[in-house]
C-alpha cells in the first residue's frame, strides 16, 4: 500500500511544508539522507502551545507531538519533489517537550509522533529517537520534533 493510501485511510492530509520562521532552511539533503529541522506543533486553529506538567497533560502533548510528525513528512515530501513514495524509512526523531522540571513523562509525548509514524508507514517509520525536556520551545509551543530521513 502506498504511504499516500496510508495516510488518507489514517484521515491525514499533508499540508504544504511550513516555511522557516528565522534564518535556516527546512530541510537538507546529503546524499539519500534528509535532515528535517525542527517541526513546532501546530494545528488548524494556530500554534499548540502550553507546557506540559502544568496546564497540559501527556495525552495533549501526545496529539500535539503527532502534528509535527505530519509536519515532518510534509518537509520529506517536500525534498523529495512532491512525491512522499520517495521515502525509504524514518531513521531518528529528537524530539522536544516543553515541560516543568518535576514532569517526566516526555517519551510518552513523543510517542504520538512515533506511534503515528509507524502506522502510517509501517515498519519504516520505525526509529532511533530521544524525548527530552526544554524549559521553554519557541512561541510557547508544546513539542518540537526534528528528524533524519533516508529516501530514493
Keep these: 500500500m502506498s504511504i499516500e493510501s496510508r495516510l488518507a485511510d489514517l484521515g491525514v492530509t499533508l499540508p504544504d511544508a511550513p516555511a522557516p520562521a528565522a534564518n ?3 530541510f537538507v539533503q546529503v546524499g539519500d539522507i534528509v535532515y528535517v ?8 486553529d494556530g500554534f499548540i502551545t502550553g507546557k506540559l506538567g502544568d496546564k497540559m497533560d501527556a495525552a495533549a502533548g501526545a496529539a500535539a507531538a503527532k502534528t509535527c510528525a505530519i509536519s515532518l513528512l510534509a518537509q520529506v515530501k517536500a525534498a523529495c519533489g512532491g512525491d512522499i513514495e520517495r521515502l525509504v524509512r524514518v531513521i531518528k526523531l529528537t524530539g522536544f517537550v ?3 522540571a518535576d514532569f517526566t513523562d516526555q ?8 506511534d503515528f509514524l509507524v502506522e502510517a508507514l509501517g515498519d519504516a517509520g520505525r526509529h532511533s529517537r530521544s524525548a527530552v ?4 520551545l519557541p512561541l510557547g509551543v508544546a513539542v518540537e520534533i526534528e528528524g533524519i530521513f533516508q529516501i530514493k
Design 37 to 44: 529541522s525542527g517541526q513546532i506543533s501546530s494545528g488548524p
Design 133 to 136: 525536556s526544554a524549559a521553554s
Design 107 to 114: 517519551p510518552k509525548v513523543i510517542n504520538g509522533a512515533s
Design 24 to 26: 535556516y532552511v527546512p
Design 98 to 100: 516543553n515541560s516543568t
